[in-house]
């Protein structure tokens, strides 16, 4: 059996199964909590919660603990010892907004599987000679967007994306309809106004939305 073959399979299966990951940045447990319930019933079940904040690590315990459903996984993960951090907070996997060569390692010898990032396709071979396979394309908008999907699918056929970072609504069916891409990750169906004041059924309307969307 290949080097990674479990992990690859476990993240291939996160992937399918919806079409847009939400990229979350909160911090207060609370809030997160009824944020990936309303995320998960509006048929978004994959939750990447940020460590961009101090309380990030207390938002992923208490969405492990109070909604099982959620498909948890940390992102803005930089550094090594993150890794066992978010583990044992209750990640199911891990997501990099860019991959050092230490990291990469780091990852690939993790215990969680993990969802590393590239923007570039000497990256992308880097990290799929390390047994990644399905890589975070980021940041996408300002990398060459779809455009750059389309143009390594052929060169690099072994190799999936979920491209994040400048997409929204409009511009995610374009990114779905390339043939190496997974899933896309994006922001866009939680509006900061929406998320401070709590506006869940906004949140979850825009959620469904993202749901629906075709690849």
Known sequence: MPRFQLKRETIAGYAALAPVIPVVTVDDPDRAVALARTLVEAGLPVVEIT????SALRCIEAVAREVPEAVLAA??????????????AGARFLVSPGTSPRMAEALAEAALPAMPACATVSEALHLFELGFDLLKFFPAGSSGGAAWLRAVAAPVPEVRFCPT???DGTSAPDYLACPNVACVGGSWMIPKDALASGDWARIGTLAREAAALRR
């Open 165 to 167: 970072g400048g997409l």
């Open 51 to 54: 460590l961009r904040t101090s």
């Open 75 to 88: 992102g803005t993960v930089i550094r090594p010892k993150q890794i066992e951090e978010a583990a044992d």
